[in-house]
């Protein structure tokens, strides 16, 4: 399935698949007994050395505005970089897009910001980001700390966004019903999106949780 559409009160929501990867069990659980990990995973009905992690974006209609959380991986591999063609698909049209949120700046939640030749993908669109993880992510010294794809994926596709990004620090409502908040650890800047309307509310937590055994095992970290 490459979209999932579903309401959340009046505001109409679409998770847009961008492709896939698959993970260890020892990357998702770094700090737990393997065989406790192994069970865990297996009672998703899940190969513990192969655990797909499907890549996405979700688009929020709150009526007025037309938001996408995340613009997934762009090139990273030959499995993932499906978001945009995805959207035309399901008749969003890329240029119908106001406002992009990246929840934070791994490459495969911003690889979507530009076209292969640098050109900011949703062009009618301004972009939110927290204040600490676009300084961090823009922060050489910091880059130099880590694989050279972390580098390479914010300079491509941050980099362009100067001129029309907006920083926030705390709760920021970026449309009716539709807010971002802070909840950093995964990185620096992290933020969740909630949506609220007619008395229903969901939370996006993004990589807050990577996978729902984080949920269960709260003390649990990948």
């Not at 979700?58 to 995340?70: A, K, P």
């Not at 390479?152 to 920083?167: C, F």
């Not at 971002?180 to 609220?196: D, L, N, W």
């Amino acid at each position: 399935m490459e979209t999932f559409s579903f309401d959340v009160g009046a505001i109409r929501c679409t998770a847009v698949n961008d492709g896939e990867a698959r993970y260890d069990a020892r990357d998702y659980v770094i700090n737990a007994p393997e065989a406790a990990v192994d069970k865990a995973v297996r009672g998703h009905g899940l190969d513990p050395t192969e655990i797909p992690s499907p890549y996405s974006g979700l688009v929020i209609d709150s009526g007025t505005r037309r938001v996408l959380v995340d613009t997934g991986a762009g090139d990273l591999t030959p499995r993932v970089g499906r978001l945009r063609r995805n959207l035309i698909a399901a008749e969003i049209a890329p240029v119908s897009i106001d406002t992009v949120v990246i929840t934070h700046g791994h490459p495969d939640h911003l690889g979507g910001n530009v076209d292969d030749a640098g050109r900011i993908a949703f062009s009618a669109a301004r972009w939110v980001l927290g204040r600490r993880e676009w300084e961090f992510w823009t922060d050489e010294t910091e880059l130099a700390r880590l694989p050279n794809v972390m580098g390479e994926w914010s300079r491509r596709n941050l980099g362009p966004l100067r001129d029309r990004v907006e920083l926030v620090e705390t709760e920021f409502e970026v449309a009716t019903g539709v807010s971002v908040i802070a909840s950093p650890g995964h990185t620096p800047g992290h933020v969740a999106v909630a949506v609220r309307s007619e008395g229903a509310e969901l939370l996006y937590v993004s990589d807050a949780a990577l996978h729902p055994i984080h949920l269960e095992h709260p003390g649990w970290r990948p």
